[in-house]
């Protein structure tokens, strides 16, 4: 699939309208916004389930390769967790890691089969759902986030980084692209060789958030309500 091509901005479109409406409609009616989470919780736990029957199916357990280790695959049941329980952290936590994640998985998609098939489509459906997810739990539900939360969130990501790049090491690995870049293009082509890009993409991620905090942010308490 061509980068930025037709079929790839359409999907993009798609994935956009889809969110705008999910969230437009929680936020008009509290039963809507509980329709729609179960929804999507349901629907991403069942997509992924699929998936894991089609690719086992296939290919077979292949220790150390193919395990749900990549951070979209962690962030896909995190959402389903945010969306059956309502979860206040793990809502959070996919809207920073779900959205800059996924997002970012959209915008340079590593595919390594045609677009017209079951892989590709699996993909497109679970990032996308997955950002659809964390737009409607936050921005539909009107959560604010603190600055803490953005914090607690980079620390579990970077934890989480830290276990991957252990298990890379005695495996001899890539997952997290923690040791190379995706052989499609992919933004990380434009923070230098490793380890370099791995330094840079930190402080990047850091960045988006903080960005993506802005409009959700929770107002300080000032010092005359807190006495």
Known sequence: MKLFGIPHMLILLGIAAAAALSTGAARRSPRAARALRIALGCFLAANELV???YRYSREGFRF???????????VVWISVFACLRR???AAEFIYFAGIAGSGMALLTPDLWA???SYPSIYFFLAHGAVVIAAVTLVIGDYLRISLASLWRVMGLLNLYALAVGA?????????????????????????????????????????????????????????????
Not at 64 to 74: A, F, I, N, S, Y
Not at 191 to 213: K, Q
């Open 51 to 53: 998936w894991y029957a």
């Open 64 to 74: 150390p390769e193919g395990l749900p280790l990549e951070l979209c695959d962690v």
């Open 87 to 89: 979860n206040r952290v």
């Open 114 to 116: 045609p677009l017209a």
């Open 167 to 227: 298990f890379n090491f005695v495996w001899h690995t890539n997952y997290f692209y923690l040791c190379r870049k995706p052989d499609n293009p992919s933004i990380l082509d434009w923070f230098g060789p490793w380890p370099v890009y791995v330094v840079v993409g930190e402080l990047f991620t850091f960045a988006i958030f903080i960005l993506m905090w802005m409009p959700v942010r929770a107002p300080r308490a000032s010092k005359r309500a807190a006495a």
